[in-house]
C-alpha cells in the first residue's frame, strides 16, 4: 500500500492497525499508512484496532508519523462533521429525480436544481403574501 504524501501536519486520518512493533504500529486507512509510535497510542495497540489519528510529523520517506494522543475533542467534533457534510455531497451527487420532459422522456434533474427551486419558489410566495397583507392593512 502507497505512503498518503499529500497529508499535512494536523490533518486527521481514521485507520485500522495492521501491523504492530515494539516501537509501535502501522495504521492504514483508504488511500495510505502510517505510523503510530507507541508513546503516542493511549491505548494497548492490538491488529484490528481502529483509531483517529492526527499527523504530527513525516519520517524521512515522506511516511505520517501519526499520534492518537494529539487529538482533541474539537479534533473530533470536525472529523464528525466532515464525514456527514461528505456523505451529505455524496447523496446529492448521486440523488437524481425524474421529472417529465415536454417530449415525454423523463429528464434527470439534479436535488440541488430543485432545491433551487424550491426556495425560489417559496420566495416568491412569502412576497406575494406581504404585498397581499399590506394591502388588506395586515401587519406581520
Request: glycine share 10%; proline share 4%; aromatic share 4%.
Given at each position: 500500500m502507497?505512503?498518503?504524501?499529500?497529508?499535512k501536519i494536523g490533518?486527521?486520518?481514521?485507520?485500522?492497525?495492521?501491523?504492530?512493533?515494539?516501537?509501535?504500529?502501522?495504521?492504514?486507512?483508504?488511500?495510505?499508512e502510517g505510523f503510530l509510535p507507541r508513546e503516542e497510542a493511549g491505548d494497548e495497540l492490538r491488529v484490528g484496532q481502529r483509531f483517529l489519528l492526527k499527523v504530527?510529523?513525516?519520517?524521512?520517506?515522506?511516511?505520517?508519523?501519526?499520534?492518537?494522543?494529539q487529538v482533541t475533542e474539537a479534533d473530533r467534533d470536525?472529523?464528525?462533521?466532515?464525514?456527514?457534510?461528505?456523505?451529505?455531497?455524496?447523496f446529492l451527487r448521486e440523488k437524481r429525480l425524474?421529472?417529465?420532459?415536454?417530449g415525454g422522456r423523463p429528464r434527470e434533474?439534479?436535488?440541488?436544481e430543485r432545491l433551487a427551486r424550491w426556495?425560489?419558489?417559496?420566495e416568491r410566495a412569502l412576497e406575494r403574501l406581504r404585498r397581499k397583507r399590506s394591502r388588506s392593512g395586515l401587519r406581520g
Amino acid at each position: 500500500m502507497g505512503r498518503e504524501r499529500d497529508l499535512k501536519i494536523g490533518d486527521l486520518v481514521e485507520g485500522t492497525v495492521v501491523e504492530t512493533a515494539d516501537r509501535g504500529a502501522v495504521v492504514r486507512w483508504d488511500t495510505g499508512e502510517g505510523f503510530l509510535p507507541r508513546e503516542e497510542a493511549g491505548d494497548e495497540l492490538r491488529v484490528g484496532q481502529r483509531f483517529l489519528l492526527k499527523v504530527v510529523a513525516s519520517d524521512g520517506e515522506g511516511m505520517p508519523i501519526l499520534s492518537q494522543l494529539q487529538v482533541t475533542e474539537a479534533d473530533r467534533d470536525l472529523y464528525e462533521l466532515q464525514r456527514e457534510a461528505e456523505r451529505v455531497r455524496r447523496f446529492l451527487r448521486e440523488k437524481r429525480l425524474s421529472l417529465p420532459k415536454s417530449g415525454g422522456r423523463p429528464r434527470e434533474v439534479p436535488v440541488e436544481e430543485r432545491l433551487a427551486r424550491w426556495i425560489s419558489e417559496a420566495e416568491r410566495a412569502l412576497e406575494r403574501l406581504r404585498r397581499k397583507r399590506s394591502r388588506s392593512g395586515l401587519r406581520g
